[in-house]
């Protein structure tokens, strides 16, 4: 197939998906991998289709209309750096190359810049949904090169998720990595959010609830504030029997979480911008320590835990629960907004924060219904610096907090590990709070470090020669 509109290089589950995507909206693909028998694999998905598989990245390119367009989904790292330094040769001024992959935003920055002066144009398209969104509709967060926008915007909307208003999830974010950045972001909530979820199944099952039961707890969570797609395939998770032993199979599963790396790049960037993210840090390190399976089984059997504590009304709690999971989700987004922010000052990107939220609301992985209230917070306030003092989530935290508090002490009783429910709490607790014993710590510092100290009645700073008292 001659004269088509958009070259694919990565004919995986996401780039094969993705071509269908685009040949079902009317745009013609070319399609290429290294691996040959994913380009047959290609070819007998889009036989009698607009949609072609090219034997080499030069044959791919020689069928692009001009300007050519071409989306790379390959891995993050040395692969895109590959690929790109073999389409410079290839590809002349007013091109576009979109990397669609969970790349990080830094090095989508590098490229743009090694590319100043090729006339290339160059778009980082964070991708949220997984194989199903690829195909029937991601959300896109693009970012990079401005004039890239209306050659890719056609394609890019028409593909994308449409929230419940009719927009498409796909906006522009802004100029360099901005668009790989807020991807990364919306993985680290991502992070977050998965991880509380597991922190309320570990508690129902701490009360001696079945798979079953809480799957029909998820289930109801899901038509209210906590509806989201994450609790909907939560449900789906526990109502499933493993086939062979007959059990849930969520019970047959060894409880090690694997990573990517995207929540731990959040949580570096955040602690590099000065940004308090604990949540989205809890939730990394709560894979961390679920890869260490065999040491906590060697453990579990050496390490006291509290003692049982009293049976309770099961409805009672799990209304705390899901409260609980509310203020603790609202925290998290907290979070994840006030890095975007931060990113966006240090960057001066400009990123449009509801239409962020906006994006998010269909498609991606953390779609839910809270999305909608935050899109309608930065609508009507862009400087707004953190969510929890908007006023509706003010009111909802102030509404959920006391439960929190409850359940936190309920877990900690019980011996239940819920890193991310504590962290929320402690965050919100901590921002709430009109002085912190930062000013002893500050003192700490000048003590053993002659670092100095601001005083609360005068301008300036200070250091003082403290009084030696006896020391080890």
């Not at 289709?49 to 040395?78: D, Y």
């Not at 690829?134 to 994308?160: C, D, K, N, T, Y």
């Not at 570096?268 to 906590?296: C, H, K, N, W």
């Not at 959920?400 to 429910?421: I, K, N, T, Y």
Request: with cysteine; charged share 20%.
């Amino acid at each position: 197939m001659k004269n088509t509109q958009i070259g694919l290089v990565g004919l995986g589950v996401m780039g094969e998906n993705l071509a269908l995507n685009l040949e079902r909206n009317g745009f013609s693909v070319t399609g290429f991998d290294l691996n040959e028998p994913k380009r047959t694999s290609f070819s007998k998905r889009t036989e009698s289709l607009k949609a072609f598989a090219a034997n080499s990245l030069a044959e791919l390119i020689a069928n692009l209309q001009l300007p050519r367009r071409v989306w790379l989904m390959v891995p993050a790292g040395a692969p895109v750096d590959a690929v790109l330094n073999e389409l410079k040769t290839m590809l002349s001024a007013g091109d576009v190359v979109i990397d669609g992959g969970n790349t990080l935003y830094r090095d989508t920055q590098r490229r743009i810049d090694s590319l100043e002066g090729t006339g290339i144009l160059y778009v980082g398209a964070g991708v949220s949904g997984g194989e199903e969104g690829a195909l029937h509709g991601p959300a896109l967060m693009p970012g990079g090169s401005s004039e890239a926008w209306p050659l890719v915007r056609p394609f890019l909307q028409a593909i994308a998720a449409k929230a419940d208003d009719g927009q498409p999830c796909c906006e522009w974010m802004g100029p360099g990595g901005a668009g790989h950045f807020v991807k990364m972001v919306h993985n680290g909530i991502e992070y977050a959010d998965m991880q509380m979820i597991c922190e309320a199944y570990a508690l129902m099952k701490s009360l001696g609830m079945t798979p079953m039961q809480m799957s029909a707890v998820f289930r109801d969570w899901g038509q209210g504030d906590l509806s989201s797609y994450l609790i909907d395939i939560t449900a789906d998770i526990l109502s499933h029997n493993d086939p062979e032993t007959g059990n849930a199979l969520v019970e047959m599963i060894l409880d090690t979480a694997e990573q990517k790396g995207t929540g731990k790049w959040t949580s570096q960037v955040a602690l590099d911008l000065g940004v308090s993210a604990p949540t989205i840090a809890d939730a990394v390190f709560a894979r961390t320590i679920s890869a260490m399976q065999p040491e906590r089984v060697v453990a579990s059997k050496l390490l006291k835990g509290p003692k049982p504590q009293a049976t309770q009304n099961l409805e009672v709690v799990l209304t705390k629960i899901q409260r609980a999971l509310l203020a603790s989700k609202i925290c998290a987004y907290a979070q994840g907004f006030a890095l975007l922010k931060a990113g966006d000052k240090e960057h001066d990107w400009q990123l449009p924060m509801d239409k962020v939220a906006s994006v998010w609301r269909a498609g991606c992985i953390i779609r839910a219904h809270l999305l909608e209230d935050i899109r309608s917070a930065f609508a009507n306030k862009q400087e707004l610096n953190n969510l929890l003092i908007d006023d509706h989530f003010a009111r909802l935290m102030a509404e959920c907090q006391q439960d929190l508090r409850e359940v936190v002490a309920m877990a900690a009783l019980s011996g239940v590990a819920v890193p991310a429910f504590m962290s929320a709490l402690s965050y919100y607790d901590a921002y709430r709070t009109e002085r912190l014993p930062a000013n002893l710590l500050q003192a700490q510092r000048d003590y053993f470090g002659a670092h100095t100290y601001q005083r609360l009645d005068k301008p300036g700073k200070f250091h003082t020669q403290w009084p030696k008292g006896k020391q080890l």
